[in-house]
Every structure is written in structure tokens, then in C-alpha cells.
């Protein structure tokens, strides 16, 4: 009996494109949150290069709102597969007051990353920056390329962007630019899922449902830390079950009702979800283009 | 899972997002958040409908203009198959965005305006699906509910359609027609009551029917190389693989194959893909291959079956899209990237200019701005190994890039 090969079509794609950016850069790093798309970049990286290991460290921005799984998580995965990690603080920036925090009921870290970064492509000097954004995910992304060049100051110029024909990426850039890439720009929230699922791939605890203190406010389930999440006394903590869709620091992202303890139940409960995975996020309900305004800074 | 690429053309107003939101709208493909979005920004511009456009229309501007800049990609699924659509706008100085839109698109829905019929961009738009060999091409006569649901506004667009279409190099498309409305939702998903007359398929069966993929059927394998995988750790001391995505055929171990450009002969030793190995790999898959002689290969480098050639040549002749603000300049090098490979290249003759109504222009033309198609012949200082776009798109394609700005130019479709 042959052996036939056949490979999905999404998994091609990507892989295409991590040989590419190897190919085509000289430092590239890939942007790991510990959230289920920048762990199914590994897994893809993984594959692209096997059997060498993947030939590039991973960055992480910390911005110490990061739920405490998620950070567990990314250690043990770096320390398994033997990669160079590089954690950059967004408190260090906050200390030399380079930044300022954002205060108030709906005061969040999210937009002080982005200095963060810039700071650390600028420091290690990366050309090509690897991230799990995709084109479903939200309007702004839609409108990416997967190879979508930044200036020195990291700005994102959407009006005149590249045009992609075909699979050709074109990676030229002067110094002082980067690359930010988007290999699984194609893929949709459910194929991100079924390909964790199929691949039997490694995730957050926090992904499947467990018990976890939590209050109420503007009808979501936010996590109640005090720490890092700001809460009025009048929102009252109650234990409920609940699971995350999507992994971003504990004071944007809310969590949602679920029983699903398996990867199994986590994709029937996507597939017969009738909110966006991004409907979960309060840093893209700031305004309509919130995220657009964000990437134009340099945003992930 | 299967996935349908779809490219979308129409003038501009013609309601190609106000389709792409009815066909998310009507398969229930819109969850909950984002038609909340929806309505909210349709009752703030006073609108007594839904605007689906802003279901597409990601960017602040493209909001604010009610018109699309650039190139969305939407994604839905039925339970049958997985839907990608590049909505592409209709500006006629945005025709860069059509092609780009095309070039990964295994099936084009054209819109066509019932009031307004034929005009001069539908016809570019056919020229270009017709450049680009979209097989398989839907004519969306939108806007029915406009000229009273009419079967002869219909019959007479569709007639001219047809001698449009007649007039095409490309005589192997499938043309269908579709008389619809988006805005109201008339054979989009569901069948019109208002159009008995009409005795096809609505939008959204015709799409289910199509077999995805038939995009390399016949032609040969070609492999050409991204990058060579040296483990260098003790349990692969000698493993060389040259990484890389097959365009065209299959490929098998065993195979005897040729390296270009050094013509060097060997076999198909291993077929690796992660930590597994096969013995046939289809076109389109990402794969590792190891040869059983130590050979020098490198990155674009290409490697075939050694009885199924590619045209090794310094020259190539294609007709290029231009896409950048500047002209195409005679005098200057340009990056000529073939797939992964790149080779400088020189204009040495700009042949015929093919003009907004097809027409072909062949008097001397100094230069190809944005926008502009023509035909083009390059010298270029190594060979690259391609087949003629009619053959095999993948390797019969390429991008120009400009040396002084990295921009990607124009692109090219040998032959």
C-alpha cells in the first residue's frame, strides 16, 4: 500500500510561508501570547522545518495581566521543544515611565504592548515578526496581508499595502523596516480548533471549562482578580463555570458560561456559537475601528 | 474540509458587499455581535434596511465613503464546504486589487447593474477573469427589483454578455447567470417568487455544486526549492531536505528527476513531511524531498521529472498588469520574482497596450502605468524555468518588484 500524502490545504499554506520567512529574513521571531493561535504557529513551525528545530525564538510581551495558566504554559512549551524565549516586560515600561497606565473602570494594558514591542524589534533587531492574527477575526484584519510591511515606527499604512498576487511574498524591506507575517491568515476560528483537536495539540488549561470567580458587568463574565481587574464593590464575585475563546490579559477578556471539557466539546460549542470570538474582547468594542487604530501604531 | 476561493468584480455601487453580507446574512453565517454592528451603524446613517456592506467594509475610510479600497477576505461555511471571498473593489484605478483577488480564486462572481447593463469595466473585468483563466465565472444581474424584475432586461444583458465573452482568449469559462437582487434577497440563498420565469439555481446552489480544486489537474510536477532543511543534530547527521510546495503533478519516490539550472540527474529518495514519510506527494503540498545523490541544490532552484521539462530561458514575454503609481520604466532593472526564485530583469520590448475596451493598441507605448495591461519582453540575467501561464499558473507567474522602493509593481503571465 502507497503512502499518500495529503496535506490540508490551510497547512500547506502556512508552512509555505514559515519557509519563506526563513528564507527570506535574517531575525525573525515569533509573537507568543500562549493563546491557541500562536500554539498552532508552533505546531506549524514545527512541521516546516522537521526535522530541525523551529530556527527562530519566541517573544513574548508580558504585559503582567497575562492569566497565570497561560504563562505556565508557555514556559513548559519553550523549555519541550528546547527554544529561546524572550520575555519583555510592559511594568518595566511603566517604571521608567515611559508609558502611562490607563486608569478607570475599563482600564487595560492592551494598547502599552505595543511600545513594548517596538522596543524589543528595535532592541534584537528582528526583521520578521510572526503572528497568529486572522483575517476572520476582526475587519481591520481582514483587510492584512501576510506579509505586511511596517515602518521604523512600526505603523501599519493600510492604504497602501503590497499587493499579494498568487503565493509570491515579497519580503524586501530597507533597514529599519520589519515584517510583521501572518501565516494562518486564511484560517477561520473553527479550523484553528479542528486542527488543535486532530493534531492533538497541548492548550491553556483555561480553554476548556473549570470553576473560577467571576462578576458580572455590560452583561460579560469577567475574571475577578483585584489585582489586575478593576471591580466596583457593587459587582458582586460569584463562582460560576466558565471557559475563555480566546487568551488576552485577564481585564479584556471575558469568559464564557461552558461545560466543554474537551477539545471535543470546545469545537461543538464554536459550532454552534452565535457570537464571534472577538465579541468576548472589550479592547475592540472601544470604538469601530479600534483595532484598526491599534495596528496603525503598531499592534500586533 | 474543502475551500472554495471565490473573487468578486463590479463597478462601483454595483452591491458586491451588499451580496457578500446577504449570502452571510442568509446562511445565518453573521453571528449575533457583528449584526448588531450592522444595525447599529445602518439606523445611524438613517437606512430602512440592513446595510450589509458593512459586514466587508473593514476599513474606517471604506465606512465613511461607503465604498470598498481594498481587498477583504471573508470566510463562511456551509456544512458542504468552506468559503473564502476576496472582495474586490470596482474602482477602475483599483484594478490591481482584482487581479490580486483572481490570482487565488478558483471561481469569479461578476456583478452587472440591471439598470445600467454593460459598461465599459464589466468588459475589463471579463478580459481580466479571462487573463487569469477563471474557469468557472458567475454573471450576478443584480439590482433586479430595480427594472421590475424584467426577464427581457435580463435576456438582453445576458445576450450581450455572451458576444463580450465570445470575443475572449480564454474559450474554456463557464459562464452562469444569476438574475438577482442582494438588497432584497431575491435567488441569492433563496429562490425569488418574483421571478417565475427564471428556471436555474440560486447563487448560493450553483456554489455548492462546484468541485474545488481542479486548479492543477493536468499539469506537470514542479518543485521548486524554498529552502534546504540541515538538521545538524546527531540523529539526522546527514539529512538534507530541500523544503518546498509543489506546483503541478505528483511526485513519487522513485521518480528520476532533474535539478535545474545544473540539469543534474538523480531519484526521489524520501518524501518527508513532518515525522512522517511518504511515497507520493500532489501539487500543493508543503514537503521536504531528499535525493539518493549528494547534489548541489539550493534555494530557487527547481527540481522536475527529468522527461517533463520547463522551458529553461533568459528571456520571458508575458502580459503584465501594472500596479504601482510609478510607470513601468524601460530603462531601469527590476526584481523579477518567478514563485521563490528572483532574477533581475530588463524591458527590451513593450509591445501592445491593451486598452480599457480591449481593443489592442500597437503603436509604439512608452511606458505602463497603473492600471494599464500590456505586453512585455524582458531579458534577464539568469534563466528562470517556467511554463506558459496556460499550462501551469503557478509557475507561470511572476511579480515585478522595484529596486528603489521594494514595491510589488506588476505582475506577469508568461506566454
Same mark, same amino acid.
Given at each position: 500500500m502507497k503512502r499518500k500524502l495529503n496535506i490540508n490545504p490551510l497547512e500547506s499554506e502556512s508552512i509555505y510561508i514559515f519557509r519563506e520567512v526563513v528564507a527570506q529574513f535574517e531575525k525573525p521571531v515569533l509573537l507568543f501570547s500562549g493563546g491557541k493561535d500562536s500554539i498552532t504557529l508552533v505546531r506549524l513551525a514545527q512541521k516546516a522545518f522537521y526535522p530541525a528545530k523551529i530556527p527562530f525564538p519566541l517573544l513574548h510581551i508580558d504585559t503582567g495581566h497575562n492569566f497565570p495558566e497561560t504563562i505556565e504554559f508557555r514556559d513548559k512549551l519553550?523549555? @519541550?521543544?528546547?527554544?529561546?524565549?524572550?520575555?519583555?516586560?510592559?511594568?518595566?515600561? /511603566?517604571?521608567? +515611565?515611559?508609558?502611562?497606565?490607563e486608569t478607570g473602570r475599563y482600564a487595560s494594558r492592551n494598547m502599552l504592548q505595543t511600545e513594548t514591542l517596538l522596543d524589543a524589534i528595535e532592541e534584537y533587531g528582528f526583521d520578521a515578526c510572526i503572528g497568529g492574527a486572522r483575517r476572520d477575526e476582526e475587519k481591520a484584519r481582514a483587510k492584512e496581508r501576510i506579509f505586511s510591511v511596517r515602518d521604523d515606527f512600526g505603523q501599519w499604512d493600510e492604504k497602501n499595502q503590497r499587493p499579494e498576487v498568487f503565493d509570491m511574498l515579497n519580503g524586501k524591506i530597507e533597514l529599519g523596516q520589519n515584517v510583521r507575517v501572518f501565516p494562518i491568515s486564511n484560517w477561520t476560528e473553527l479550523d484553528?480548533?479542528?486542527?488543535?483537536?486532530?493534531?492533538?495539540? @497541548?492548550?491553556?488549561s483555561i480553554y476548556f471549562a473549570h470553576e473560577r470567580k467571576t462578576? /458580572?458587568?455590560? +452583561?460579560?463574565?469577567?475574571?475577578?482578580?483585584?489585582?489586575?481587574?478593576?471591580r466596583e464593590e457593587s459587582e458582586a464575585v460569584t463562582t460560576?463555570?466558565?471557559?475563555?475563546?480566546?487568551?488576552?490579559?485577564?481585564?479584556?477578556?471575558?469568559?464564557v458560561i461552558s461545560g466543554a471539557t474537551t477539545i471535543a466539546k470546545v469545537v461543538e460549542e464554536i459550532q454552534a456559537s452565535t457570537i464571534s470570538e472577538r465579541g468576548a474582547r472589550i479592547d475592540d468594542k472601544r470604538s469601530e475601528g479600534a483595532m484598526e487604530q491599534r495596528k496603525k501604531q503598531g499592534y500586533f | 474540509m474543502q475551500v472554495l476561493k471565490i473573487a468578486t468584480a463590479g463597478s462601483v455601487d454595483d452591491g458586491k458587499s451588499t451580496l457578500i453580507g446577504r449570502l452571510l446574512y442568509d446562511t445565518k453565517s453573521l453571528t449575533d455581535d457583528k449584526l448588531e454592528a450592522i444595525e447599529k451603524s445602518s439606523q445611524k446613517k438613517g437606512y430602512d434596511y440592513l446595510d450589509f456592506s458593512m459586514a466587508t467594509d473593514g476599513l474606517m475610510a471604506e465606512r465613511e465613503q461607503g465604498i470598498t479600497i481594498d481587498v477583504a477576505h471573508i470566510y463562511w461555511a456551509t456544512k458542504n464546504k468552506s468559503y473564502i471571498i476576496a472582495d474586490t473593489p470596482g474602482h477602475i484605478e483599483y484594478t490591481r486589487n482584482m487581479v490580486t483577488g483572481a490570482s487565488t480564486s478558483q471561481m469569479a462572481i461578476i456583478l452587472v447593474d440591471a439598470r445600467h447593463g454593460v459598461v465599459e469595466q464589466t468588459k475589463r473585468h471579463f478580459y481580466i477573469n479571462a487573463l487569469l483563466r477563471i474557469k468557472d465565472v458567475v454573471v450576478a444581474i443584480n439590482k433586479m427589483d430595480l427594472v421590475?424584475?424584467?426577464?427581457d432586461k435580463y435576456e438582453e444583458i445576458k445576450a450581450e454578455i455572451l458576444k463580450i465573452s465570445k470575443s475572449n482568449a480564454y474559450q474554456n469559462q463557464k459562464l452562469t447567470f444569476i438574475p438577482l437582487s442582494a438588497l432584497k434577497g431575491d435567488n441569492v440563498v433563496d429562490f425569488s417568487d418574483k421571478m417565475p420565469w427564471y428556471k436555474g439555481e440560486t447563487l448560493l446552489s450553483h456554489l455548492e455544486s462546484i468541485e474545488v480544486g481542479a486548479v492543477f489537474e493536468k499539469s506537470q510536477a514542479r518543485f521548486p526549492v524554498q529552502t534546504v532543511i540541515r538538521p545538524k543534530s546527531e540523529k539526522f547527521h546527514d539529512y538534507r531536505g530541500y523544503a518546498g510546495k509543489l506546483y503541478g503533478g505528483a511526485l513519487a519516490v522513485g521518480d528520476k528527476v532533474t535539478v535545474l539550472p545544473s540539469g543534474t540527474s538523480?531519484?526521489?529518495?524520501?518524501?518527508?513531511?513532518?515525522?512522517?514519510?511518504?511515497?507520493?506527494?500532489?501539487?500543493?503540498?508543503?514537503?521536504?524531498?531528499s535525493l539518493t545523490d549528494d547534489v548541489?541544490?539550493?534555494?530557487?532552484?527547481?527540481?522536475?521529472?527529468?522527461?517533463?521539462?520547463?522551458?529553461?530561458?533568459?528571456?520571458?514575454?508575458?502580459?503584465?498588469?501594472?500596479?504601482d503609481q510609478t510607470p513601468l520604466d524601460l530603462t531601469s532593472k527590476y526584481i523579477l520574482q518567478h514563485g521563490v526564485h528572483q532574477v533581475l530583469a530588463k524591458v527590451t520590448a513593450l509591445k501592445s497596450l491593451v486598452k480599457p475596451d480591449l481593443s489592442m493598441e500597437e503603436k509604439a507605448i512608452e511606458n505602463l502605468k497603473i492600471n494599464q495591461i500590456g505586453q512585455v519582453s524582458f531579458k534577464l540575467n539568469q534563466a528562470i524555468y517556467s511554463d506558459n501561464y496556460a499550462d501551469n499558473k503557478q509557475n507561470g507567474a511572476f511579480v515585478l518588484i522595484d529596486v528603489k522602493t521594494n514595491t510589488t509593481a506588476g505582475v506577469g503571465f508568461i506566454g
Open positions: 519553550a523549555k @519541550e521543544l528546547g527554544l529561546e524565549l524572550i520575555v519583555r516586560q510592559v511594568q518595566d515600561n /511603566i517604571d521608567q +515611565g515611559k508609558v502611562k497606565e484553528v480548533w479542528q486542527y488543535i483537536k486532530t493534531e492533538d495539540i @497541548e492548550i491553556p462578576f /458580572i458587568r455590560d +452583561g460579560m463574565i469577567w475574571t475577578a482578580n483585584d489585582v489586575v481587574v478593576f460560576r463555570q466558565v471557559r475563555f475563546r480566546t487568551v488576552g490579559d485577564m481585564s479584556c477578556t471575558a469568559a | 421590475d424584475y424584467s426577464e538523480s531519484t526521489i529518495e524520501k518524501i518527508q513531511f513532518y515525522n512522517q514519510t511518504y511515497d507520493i506527494a500532489n501539487a500543493g503540498d508543503s514537503i521536504a524531498i548541489n541544490v539550493s534555494r530557487g532552484d527547481m527540481i522536475v521529472k527529468y522527461n517533463e521539462l520547463p522551458n529553461t530561458s533568459k528571456t520571458v514575454e508575458a502580459t503584465i498588469c501594472w500596479m
